[in-house]
């Protein structure tokens, strides 16, 4: 059994919302004011935009036994997917929005909790399911993966733990996020890792800068932003002022050493990036400013399969991981708890018998001076493969004060020729999501809509 929350009075603040402190004990009667509305017998789908809001409903799931749904996307059609999967899926939702036709239950605090009512906080039995994450299935349809409640607890006292080392104070901190609760990493580090470590939770959802500012300003010190590199670039380049920061954490996709170092000059603060997957939850942490090397949650260890055929495949194991989970990436490991990511498996592409990866190739497009944004698709093509035709990636960029012959010469002092995407498409932005990530369908279906293009003009 693990509790529902860490703070151990009842007027300990929990979370901040709009300048107003919210107690553990006014949390508590949300959780259970709200357990009280939710139909029995099915998942819960919890769309709530406020970050408490969404924790209630999660404790509120939980004291009902029942998990939560956290899809990758929430398009309507992935819900209406979500309903034919899980008959009597309801939604739950704070503001009014779109549920893919599903029943909708509004969220409600409910009375506030009298100041003697006792203070009562329920314990949840470890192997109950929290919540089933998904991710994308090679048939499209979304896969589930169950999180029990017990390795979420441990992950994310791991997590605090090393929060915790890098803030220097026993302060409660207060947690902003860019990224959405509903999203694996959101879940695991603006929700759970303040409710499980006597943390407060920012409520507010920024995204973009001037936001990202305003809701930073609006909270009490220490403050801990949870962002990605996509958000964390805009912010830098806005050059809007925040007060001060005691730490970052970026994840969803690889870091630029450069970009770290010029967010922990400019925010003052030490930046770790994390890594981890839908699968294993977060595992590892690394200061990427200071260096390549990652270092594991305690408990968590890595290790290389026996030899076989193809590429190495690696599986991590212990502390919050449930069983042994492979890895999707290359690694190069330095022990069991120490390592560099070399690149997924999946991005590894050979060309002409030379071999990199698409991180790779993307990381030093990025880095050229005037990019603002860029990415590599590698489109697939039965039928060049079948007539053994040599395949490029296409690039699409965000640069507008660039001209192709430009951005080429400054490829080509960086990679190997070999490795030149063609064509390249000059775009004035690029479809990523709420989290910063390009999903292959979305940069397949900006491929198609590029291809009748001319791809050395400027849009």
Not at 21 to 35: E, K, N, S
Not at 381 to 410: C, K, N, T, W, Y
Request: glycine share 8%; net charge negative.
């Amino acid at each position: 059994m693990a509790a529902l929350l860490s703070h151990r009075t009842p007027q300990a603040v929990m979370a901040w919302s709009k300048g107003r402190a919210i107690t553990a004990q006014d949390y508590l009667g949300a959780v259970r004011h709200m357990a009280a509305r939710l139909p029995g017998g099915a998942p819960v789908l919890n769309l709530c935009a406020r970050r408490h809001h969404f924790a209630v409903v999660l404790g509120a799931a939980l004291l009902r036994g029942l998990p939560l749904l956290l899809p990758a996307t929430r398009t309507p059609a992935m819900l209406q997917q979500l309903g034919r999967q899980y008959p009597g899926l309801h939604a739950v939702l704070d503001e009014p929005g779109d549920s893919g036709e599903l029943p909708q239950i509004a969220f409600e605090r409910g009375p506030i909790p009298a100041a003697d009512a006792p203070y009562e906080v329920p314990d949840i039995p470890d192997q109950q399911i929290a919540a089933y994450v998904f991710t994308s299935g090679s048939t499209g349809l979304p896969v589930p993966h169950a999180k029990h409640w017990g390795p979420l607890v441990q992950d994310a006292h791991a997590a605090g733990q090393r929060v915790r080392e890098w803030l220097g104070t026993a302060q409660p901190y207060t947690v902003t996020g860019t990224v959405p609760a509903q999203h694996m990493y959101g879940f695991e580090s603006t929700v759970l890792l303040p409710l499980l470590n006597g943390a407060v939770i920012d409520a507010s959802h920024p995204f973009y800068p001037a936001d990202i500012a305003a809701a930073l300003q609006d909270t009490p010190a220490p403050r801990v932003l949870v962002t990605t590199p996509f958000h964390l670039r805009t912010l830098l380049e806005a050059r809007v002022s925040t007060p001060a920061l005691g730490l970052l954490l970026s994840a969803t996709a690889p870091l630029a050493p450069p970009l770290a170092r010029q967010a922990e000059e400019t925010l003052g603060a030490p930046l770790l990036e994390i890594y981890g997957s839908t699968e294993t939850g977060q595992i590892a942490t690394r200061r990427t400013a200071a260096g390549e090397l990652w270092q594991t949650y305690e408990g968590i260890e890595i290790q290389a399969e026996p030899p076989g055929q193809g590429e190495a495949r690696f599986l991590a194991q212990g502390g919050h991981v449930e069983g042994v989970v492979p890895l999707a990436d290359v690694l190069e490991l330095h022990g069991p708890t120490r390592f560099a990511l070399l690149g997924r498996h999946a991005d590894l592409v050979n060309i002409a018998g030379k071999r990199t990866s698409l991180a790779y190739l993307n990381h030093q497009l990025a880095s050229i001076p005037g990019v603002l944004d860029a990415a590599l698709y590698w489109p697939t093509s039965e039928a060049a493969d079948a007539q053994a035709r040599i395949q490029r990636p296409m690039a699409f960029v965000v640069a507008p004060g660039l001209s192709e012959a430009e951005l080429q010469h400054a490829l080509r002092e960086r990679i190997d020729p070999a490795f030149m995407p063609r064509p390249i498409h000059f775009v004035p932005s690029l479809p990523r999501n709420s989290t910063g990530k390009l999903p292959q369908q979305a940069l397949a279906e900006l491929a198609r809509s590029c291809h009748h293009a001319q791809p050395s003009q400027h849009e």
